[in-house]
């Protein structure tokens, strides 16, 4: 199984900060790799799929960067909004695997 | 709108058994694979169980093979998990999931709400 390991598990930061969340395979994901973003109570919303590539409807701000097994998400300017648990996954091979989630906490 | 919709959570009692629903609308069911993933109270996620868009292929998490089964009625655009032999560490909110297009990665492109499943005597 391939593990999938993000880095920090929380996080807090100011209105207009620039944020930056890892996440590390143990083995080459190539660009299997895919970020969520979920807010309390409610299901999981994909951001990032292909590491890289925007989904529909999801502000520019964030971008997703990597390939092979260290990827990064980035939040260019943190809003409120933005508060919330981010979770890496890979679908590269099966079972399909989930880091262990990022807190991003607004202060 | 493209949206999933589950149903059939609930009370259970340690060993029994409960078979959740989950509803597509907006999209044609029959030409996704689908994922079952579910979320420990507190807990991050944990992907449980594929089927392709067919339902000729299907893929288990180890922590539950051998005691769930997904299935689908291309017919009545219906996925399923049927769950039997079912311990306190299954309680969780499941969610189904559509495996997205070939361009996506195979990224789980639209979530449904979830619905609860409590193990507990």
């Known amino acids: 199984d391939i593990q999938m390991t993000q880095s920090p598990s929380s996080l807090s930061a100011s209105v207009g900060d620039r944020v930056t969340i890892t996440c590390r395979a143990s083995q080459s994901t190539g660009s299997y790799l895919n970020w969520y973003q979920q807010k309390p109570g409610k299901a999981p919303k994909l951001l990032i799929y292909?590491?890289?590539s925007l989904q529909t409807g999801v502000p520019s701000s964030f971008s997703g960067s990597g390939s092979g097994t260290d990827f990064t998400l980035t939040i260019s300017s943190l809003q409120p909004e933005d508060s919330a648990t981010y979770y890496c996954q890979q679908t590269y091979s099966t079972p399909w695997t989930f880091g262990q989630g990022t807190k991003v906490e607004i202060k | 709108q493209v949206q999933l919709m589950e149903s059939g959570g609930g009370v259970v009692q340690p060993g029994g058994s409960l078979k959740l629903s989950c509803e597509p609308s907006g999209f044609t069911f029959s030409s996704y694979g689908m994922h079952w993933v579910r979320q420990a109270p507190g807990k991050g996620l944990e992907w449980v169980a594929f089927?392709?868009?067919?339902?000729?292929?299907?893929y288990y998490a180890d922590s539950v093979k051998g005691r769930f089964t997904i299935s689908r009625d291309n017919s009545k655009s219906t996925l399923f998990l049927q769950m039997v032999s079912l311990r306190a560490e299954d309680t969780a909110v499941y969610y189904c999931?559509?495996?997205?297009?070939?361009?996506?990665?195979?990224?789980?492109?639209?979530w449904g709400q979830g619905t609860l499943v409590t193990v507990s005597s």
């Open positions: 292909a590491a890289s």
């Open positions: 999931a559509r495996q997205g297009s070939g361009w996506t990665y195979d990224a789980f492109d639209i």
């Open positions: 089927i392709r868009y067919d339902g000729t292929n299907k």
